[in-house]
């Protein structure tokens, strides 16, 4: 029985469609509906009941539906453990960063990560927006400040110096502000996300 199969089953069970499942792994339903067949012949069971409205889980198929997610999370564990003992590095890695920590510093970064880690596929996602762990596929998350939620852990890894600029022409019109307080009465080119202005 093919670990990919079991899978689809699940998923199959999951999302309670044939159609459904298959277009989420990216299969045709055809191929979808003989993986289907393929197990439950092996099972010699119906794991669905099916009708032209609607698909459920047979008797059968409610009580091997929790053994086959334990069985194929102990997989996913041994695989990961002898990955971990190997040092192999693969799967799929999921990061974020916001726009300008993504581009001018993280991009030449990942460049070297991957050409280490040949096996490895990579998604970055560059974005200024606060990321929900929970919402959306995000491994791992750059971003400058503290973290708005408790539950997440986080770690600094490096300073980000605030710097204020301007242009001799617009000093030599306005003036040059002697203390940081004096910027109030400035005109300045500010920083907002989410109706939110970030101030210096």
């Excluded at 299969?27 to 069971?45: C, D, F, N, P």
């Excluded at 192999?88 to 001018?104: C, H, P, Q, T, W």
């Amino acid at each position: 029985m093919l670990v990919e199969d079991l899978q689809l089953i699940l998923k199959v069970a999951e999302l309670k469609s044939i159609t459904a499942a298959a277009e989420h792994l990216d299969l045709r339903v055809a191929t979808a509906s003989a993986a289907i067949k393929r197990v439950e012949k092996s099972l010699g069971v119906e794991l669905f009941t099916r009708t032209t409205r609607s698909l459920r889980l047979s008797n059968a198929g409610e009580r091997y539906i929790p053994e086959c997610q334990q069985a194929l999370a102990l997989l996913s564990t041994a695989k990961k453990n002898v990955k971990n003992d190997l040092g192999i590095i693969d799967d799929e890695l999921k990061l974020s960063a916001s726009s300008d920590l993504g581009r001018n510093l993280v991009l030449p970064w990942l460049d070297e990560f991957m050409e280490e880690h040949k096996d490895l596929s990579l998604k970055l996602h560059i974005s200024d927006s606060n990321i929900d762990f929970f919402r959306d596929a995000v491994d791992v998350a750059l971003r400058y400040g503290n973290p708005s939620n408790s539950n997440f852990y986080g770690f600094k890894i490096c300073d980000v110096p605030k710097v204020v600029c301007a242009c001799p022409s617009y000093l030599k019109k306005f003036g040059t502000p002697e203390h940081p307080s004096e910027l109030v009465s400035h005109n300045a080119l500010l920083y907002q996300l989410h109706d939110i202005t970030f101030n210096i």
